[in-house]
């Protein structure tokens, strides 16, 4: 049982991460707590955008579209590796998912299959946007990937979770298949080995 960690907590916790961060507007009051609860958290999950084009990408994410407002995540991760802060708060991004993979994020125990739709993650999760198209092709660049390790590393680290607090969208919601070009697996054994 976490209380989420305040903006400039986490603004601190990201540079002391070594993470290039950029604060876009007026961040820290961007969210929809007016729509329900955030927190207490739980992890952190990670997505990737369906987007192109870091700038545009950026405004997508922190002012949403027609039928689902900003902000889309809290950080937004390009291609270059810079961590762009869009939202704090209730941010949505991770939609309904499995109470089953709640309850094991929560005792960073192995993942069940997330076959229910039964739960609100935009509650219990920091969640990261990741710049790619998600088509598999769409190359993610070695910048991205050790952004997105460490700003995941950087929560951990601040609320004492393992790697196994940190899961993709399609680890959570049934039919996403977010992030795509790499596995979690794979990811949460750079996190774990950062994390030492
Ligand atoms: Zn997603």
């Keep these: 049982m976490a209380s989420p960690m305040s903006a400039g907590r986490f603004l601190d916790a990201l540079r002391a991460e070594g993470v290039t961060v950029v604060e876009v507007g007026d961040w820290v009051h961007h969210n929809r707590n007016h729509k329900g609860p955030w927190g207490p958290v739980h992890g952190v999950m990670i997505h990737h955008t369906a987007s192109s084009g870091g700038e545009r990408t950026v405004e997508i994410c922190r002012d949403g579209y027609a039928g689902l407002p900003g902000p889309l995540c809290h950080g937004v991760i390009t291609k270059d590796g810079t961590v762009h802060l869009v939202g704090y708060g209730r941010a949505n991004h991770a939609g309904l998912g499995d ?21 609100d993650g935009n509650r219990y999760f920091y969640g990261f946007e990741c710049e790619n198209l998600g088509d598999g092709e769409d190359p993610w660049p070695q ?23 940190v899961i993709g969208h399609r680890e959570w919601q049934p039919g996403k298949v977010d992030p795509k070009g790499f596995t979690m697996a794979w990811l949460r054994e750079r996190i774990h080995e950062r994390l030492k």
């Design 99 to 119: 109470d089953d993979v709640l309850r094991a994020v929560i005792a960073e125990k192995a993942l069940p299959p997330d076959n229910e739709a039964d739960t």
């Design 143 to 165: 910048a991205q990937l050790e952004a997105i390790e460490k700003a995941a590393a950087a929560v951990c680290r601040y609320h004492g979770w393992t790697e196994r607090s």
